[in-house]
């Protein structure tokens, strides 16, 4: 089975989620091809990461639908994201505090252990070798986003940036066909920004993105596609150059002259 | 060599030096040492068990007491009414009436968080000893259920005191649960527990079943109560209301605090706290024969002392503390380590 043959690897269609009276997104459709780069930008506010929730199953939608390699998901659980090859990085990090680094991208790949909680329970052969191989992966996914060295330290005390790569590493540890970054860059030096977007770029030998980010020139020099979201409403969309010059996009960010926006 | 072995093979080996050391400790203690060693050891499996819940998974207990009574409980109906039961046997089911009673609560946990899960294990442990009120005939109200276990082999009978006997039987069957604690502790379940603890989003995006994994935590630990509880009544020959106080669950939750919650060894060094306040405050009453009211409350006091001082001085209690004295022992020059790496 290979993922070149379904067109479409994730579709939204025409999402709607209300909190209250507070509309937060509005018939929103989107659609990410395999190993592709899907900007999806937007002022504070605008349904960003609620979009995201809404495809991990935090949130349901009142109407609309989703699919998943043309299959429709419905009612699925955030839990059973990771074992159909979606990954996310938060917001805020979300890292667990009490585990180390190593741990916490241990903890990613659970989707590719072979053995069960009873095996773990028993303290077998089989399940010590498959922890070994976890830890192994683990590390090999740390030493690519060069943040090995505090494999066996606790995140709590490492600077932003490093834990920033951290949580990538526990997003890419289990291999996802899709991945959802919410604001990847934000916190970042230039240099770290620099180095993120080369990786991104790389990711999509086998991974489709989707890219909420705040940081115009990474969004524009990344993505193949560009989604602008305000008030939970698409206003606009295509390739970066022609959001760019978008006017609803422009009114959208304070009114900022289409020319002001930073270019990539 | 030994990393090669699966772990619970290495677990038995370690289970097996310990118990060998415990026996040999019990030919040098006299009949009343045996019998605090052998209460040791269940308060350390109950412990254990709670060192699962609030220290790895965070849902925090204040009513671990209610597995200990469904344990004794059983084992003392299983001794009555079942005579032709091994002890093992009502051991065995007495782990599995504290797992049932675990997997229900834990159900029904799963839903509620921070207070809301405290005051509800709180209940469970006010509620359930007074059931013995509403059924006096099977459970015998509040004086509670009296009844001989004769399982000392006949070869044994008077060559070794029978409190040296049972602190065998109680440490070989703690030592086994603290086996399959260990596995899980060190294993991907653990990992688990501990990333629930931590963040409920991010556990669940990593493809963790969180509901499940709470409602797991719920089953091993009362499990672990259940057979703690069973222990006890094996070693006392009595299961009475009495014994499962509100006090009972919450000293079991403070010796786990007092011990450090991070790790299993804390569970070791809150239970021999438990057993040995209650000891050391008893002589200190006699020797300065203090009034009944008085010396009847003194453990519990020093027991908040000891409990305030130790948190304050090492947060993560007396396991915390020793980690980082080993820590100190074993790199004395720690800025040389950092250059090197
Ligand atoms: N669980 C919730 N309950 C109520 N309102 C919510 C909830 N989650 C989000 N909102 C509201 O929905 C709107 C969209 O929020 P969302 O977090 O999706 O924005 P965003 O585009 O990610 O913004 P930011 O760039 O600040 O992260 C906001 O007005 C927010 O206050
Ligand atoms: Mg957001």
New interface residues.
């Given amino acids: 089975m290979s993922i070149t043959s379904h067109e479409k690897l994730l579709h939204v269609g025409g999402v709607t989620v209300r909190f209250g009276g507070l509309v937060a997104l509005s018939e929103v459709s989107l659609t990410i091809r395999p190993r592709t780069v899907v900007g999806v930008i937007g002022p504070n506010g605008a349904g960003k990461t609620t979009l995201f929730n809404v495809v991990c199953g935090f949130i349901r939608p009142e109407t609309g639908d989703l699919s998943w390699k043309g299959r429709p998901l419905r009612k699925h659980r955030p839990d059973q994201l990771a074992g159909l090859g979606i990954a996310r990085t938060l917001q805020g990090l979300g890292l667990f505090g009490g585990l180390t680094v190593l741990e916490n991208v241990m903890t990613g790949a659970g989707r590719l252990a072979r053995t069960g909680s009873l095996a773990s329970l028993l303290g077998t052969g089989k399940s010590a070798r498959d922890e070994r191989e976890l830890r192994d992966r683990s590390m090999a996914v740390l030493t690519e986003l060069d943040v090995a060295h505090v494999a066996q330290l606790h995140p709590g005390a490492l600077p932003y940036g490093v834990r920033k790569r951290v949580a990538l590493a526990r997003a890419l540890v289990s291999e996802p066909e899709l991945l959802l970054l919410d604001e990847p860059a934000s916190g970042l030096s230039t240099g770290e920004m620099d180095e993120l977007a080369d990786r991104i770029r790389a990711l999509t030998e086998k991974t489709a993105v989707v890219l909420v980010e705040h940081h115009m020139d990474l969004v524009m020099r990344v993505c193949d596609e560009v989604v602008v979201l305000d008030f939970g409403e698409v206003i606009a969309s295509g390739s970066p150059d022609e959001v760019r010059v978008d006017p609803a996009v422009a009114d959208a960010y304070l009114g900022t002259a289409p020319e002001e926006l930073p270019s990539a | 060599m030994l990393n090669k ?4 093979v290495v ?1 038995l080996l370690a289970a097996l030096g310990c118990l060998v050391l415990l026996v040999l400790l019990t030919f040098a203690a006299d009949p009343f040492t045996n019998l605090r060693i052998a209460t040791v050891g269940y308060y350390l499996i109950a412990v254990a068990g709670l060192a699962l819940l609030t220290g790895f998974n965070g849902q925090v207990s204040l009513g671990h007491g209610a597995f200990m009574f469904i344990g004794a409980y059983t084992v003392a109906l299983l001794v009555k009414r079942v005579p032709a039961f091994p002890i093992w046997a009502d051991l065995l089911l007495a782990t599995v009436a504290g797992g049932v009673a675990g997997l229900l609560a834990g159900a029904a946990a799963a839903r509620l968080r921070g207070p809301y899960l405290a005051g509800a294990t709180l209940a469970l442990a006010v509620g359930l000893p007074a059931v013995t009120q509403r059924f006096p005939e099977l459970l015998a109200g509040s004086n509670g259920l009296s009844f001989t276990v004769n399982s000392q082999p006949a070869g044994l009978v008077g060559t070794i005191p029978s409190t040296q006997w049972q602190a065998w039987i109680v440490w070989l069957a703690v030592l086994l649960a603290l ?2 604690l ?3 502790a ?4 653990g ?2 527990l ?2 629930v ?3 409920e ?10 509901g499940r994994t709470k409602i ?1 935590a719920f089953l ?1 630990s009362s499990a672990c109560g259940g057979l703690a509880g069973g222990l006890q009544a094996f070693l006392l020959g009595t299961a009475a209301p009495g014994s499962f106080t509100v006090a009972l669950s919450l000293s079991l939750l403070a010796a786990l605090v007092l011990g450090g919650l ?1 790790s299993l060894w804390g569970a070791l060094w809150g239970a021999i706290a438990l057993v040995y306040f209650q000891v050391w405050t008893d002589d200190i009453a006699e020797v300065l024969s203090l009034r009944s009211d008085i010396s009847d409350n003194l453990p519990l006091a020093l027991y908040g002392v000891v409990l305030i001082v130790v948190v304050l001085a090492f947060p993560a209690g007396i396991q915390g503390g020793l980690r980082k004295l080993w820590v100190r022992v074993r790199r004395p020059v720690p800025s040389q380590r950092g250059e090197a ?1």
């Fill in positions: 072995l699966p772990p619970v677990h086996v399959v260990a596995n899980l060190r294993g991907k379940l990992r688990t501990r990333a603890r931590d963040d989003v991010a556990a669940s995006l990593a493809g963790v079943h969180v797991l091993v991070g790496s």
